[in-house]
């Protein structure tokens, strides 16, 4: 058996908190573990230490991953409830047209669930119009009811052509919500990573599990011209039984 073994790629990641369903990181494009401790050195009359001793040590990390993955986030950061009800949805410039007599009303296509106005255009010129109370509408100032989705006019744009940008909540996903928790609220999980290579016909694996650790940071990275790569970082410290983490090799 080799003992030491070569290590080729991200390999795979598993997050594990007590009771709940694992959950692996997807698409793993990286992960980072980095073992470090404080020294101090004992110094007499020459330049260079006759003593070293170590001193507090950390275990730290970060993984990058190329799905969006609500139940990893739940798992490492959050452990709230995730609404699997649906999530708020953009519509972008939607037209409508106001009527050319009372009432001057649109009720926008998706007006069930609606949750908040975007902002309306007109479509001839794209100047913005202004939000108002209801019933202080003017030319370029509208109302929303938000109970019915329904965007009120001024008489002053009859049968003005406008583009209406809203949110609603669509049914078909869910969304999570990050709650102003109390310090020292946080979900504790183990990561357990595994990474192989195939040498000379044989493949070896190399194994770590971090026995506990808390993620103190998410990144959502999102660019114009790529993917969005998703990054947690992590710190780990001691279970009951004094375990930092685990590190096995084989075949």
Known sequence: MTTKPYAFGAGSVIALVDGKTPVKVGTLQDIEIDVSSDTAMLYGQNQYPVAIGRGKGKVEGKAKTGQIDLNLINSVYQQGTIDTTGYEKLVELEA????????????????????SDMGVYYASTGVQLTQVDAGSEASGKYSIDTDTGTYTFASADADASVLISYTYKATTGQ????????????????????????????????????????????????????????????????????????????T
């Open 96 to 115: 409508g047209a106001v009527p050319s007599s009372t009432s001057y009303d649109i009720q926008v296509t998706n007006h069930t669930g609606f949750v």
């Open 175 to 250: 969304q999570i919500t990050l709650t102003n928790a109390l310090m020292g609220d946080q979900p504790v999980f183990e990561l357990f990573l595994q990474e192989g290579f195939n040498d000379f016909g044989a493949r070896t694996n190399t194994t770590m599990r971090l026995h506990r650790c808390i993620s103190s940071k998410l990144t959502f990275p999102f660019k114009n011209t790529d993917f969005a790569l998703s990054e947690f970082d992590f710190s780990c410290f001691a279970d009951n039984l004094d375990r930092i983490f685990t590190m096995g090799i084989g």
